[in-house]
C-alpha cells in the first residue's frame, strides 16, 4: 500500500529550466492547473487570463509568483472574492509544494505558476 495518498489531476514533481516538470512532462514558462488538467499560461495576473481557473469554481487559487513573492493586485484580488474565490500568493517552491499538499488532502484548488 502506498503510504502517501494522491489525489487525481495533475502532479507537479520539479522545476525544469525555465518552466516545470508536471505529470512527467517538462513545460517552458508558467502553468495553470485545477484538480482535472493542466495548461502553459503567459504569467498574466488578469482576471481573464484566469478565467480558465475560475470558471472550475475552486475554494482558492494559489499564485505562485517565481522565485519571490509579488502581491496580486487588489482589483484582481477583489474580482476573485466577489466570486467566492480566495487567493493565496507565494513564491512559486512554495506554492508547488501547497499544491502537492492541498491536493493529496482532496481540496478543490487551482494554482498559477510562474517559472523561477
Partial sequence: ???????????????????FKIDGEASQGGALLTPEWWRPWDGSLTLEALEPLAAVGPEFILIGTGASL?????????????????VEAMDSRAAARAWGVLRAEDRWIAAALMPL
Avoid: K, Q, Y
Fill in 70 to 86: 509579488v502581491r496580486p493586485s487588489r482589483e484582481l484580488v477583489m474580482a476573485l472574492d466577489a466570486r467566492g474565490i480566495g
Fill in 1 to 19: 500500500m502506498d503510504p502517501s495518498p494522491r489525489a487525481s489531476g495533475p502532479v507537479i514533481t520539479g522545476f525544469a529550466g525555465a518552466g
